[in-house]
């Protein structure tokens, strides 16, 4: 009768097996077939939708003053989440770690590529709202600072940027591995606290606060400039026309507000969890929550863009053939009020100090 022996390295590779987590698919059934489906979801809407912004907006001709190419680099770096690394998150919760075991250059890869593509997404969304600040409140001095050459350079040093924030996880600061709470390729959030700060403080609420900065300048100046505007036409400071004046300076912003709240509510949890569990002492439900709110992020851009712009939606029904939407005249409806706002916000406003300077010249004579 022999006896079955095991060498020393199948010894360890039993063992490795022992310590590796089941598939989701397996450890909690219900979990993640939740998962899979949102996040299928997720990839179909955020893959379409992308593809929708690059055609679609690229196709806009009035748009390249208020910032078109930052739009374009932001939906690229999207897309590169929902079309590559939601997959790979999809397929992950199915195969499990030990999948990854003989190919851990596929996972190092995928969570290098996905925090480079958000990283990217962020310096593009923050180039976008201080883009649009100038436009509005600064328009005289746009066209100097924003040229189509400084355009491009910026977006191009966005991904530069965001790889170089990206790089130090293959030196020490941080790592790349199968995360046993979220159940994906990802970057090591546990191996070095101070880039987890890092990533949370300086590459998320960072861009956020410039956001809430400008979004906060340029809601400003468009009351005030359409309040001036209606004083002007009538001197009535009836409370119906302040309430009229604030409506419509909603409805101007709506799309910038839309983004902000987007970015908020996707990406505030997982920076706050990333930093505050950095023991790994929450459940893996919520990690994968955060995760995929965060995942989230490269799907909605494009839903708030065919709520928010009218003419973005008959572009995308265009596109599909619509013979009834009419002709659309690619360019965005916000974008259009927003050059209007800046183009007056130096004519009017010089004819209403002008013509209050008179009325009380008049009235001293």
Known sequence: MELCTVSPDEEV???LLRTRMKPLVESHP??????IVLMSGALIVGTGGNFLILTVIGAMRNLQRTGKVFIINMALADLC???VADPMCVLAVIKGEGWFDDKRWLCEGVASMCLTACFCAFLSLSLASFNRYVFI?????YDKIFTTKSCICLCISAWVGAFFFEVPNFFGWGGHYFDAKSHQCIWDRTASLSYTMFVSLVLIFSPLFLMLICYILIFRHIYVIKLNLHQFQDKDTDPKRMRKT???TLRTSRMLLGIFVVFLVCWTPYAIV???DFYKKLSTEMHLFVTMLAHFHSSANCIVYTIT???FRTGVMRRFGCGSCGRASLSSESDTKSTEIAKISASRLTNVASSGSNRS?????
């Open 13 to 15: 590779d039993l063992e």
């Open 30 to 35: 219900s979990v993640a077939y939740i998962y």
């Open 81 to 83: 989440v929902a079309a």
């Open 137 to 141: 409140c600064h328009h005289n001095i």
């Open 246 to 248: 604030w409506l419509e």
């Open 274 to 276: 990333i930093i505050f």
């Open 309 to 311: 712009n009218r003419n």
């Open 361 to 365: 010249n008049d009235s001293t004579d």
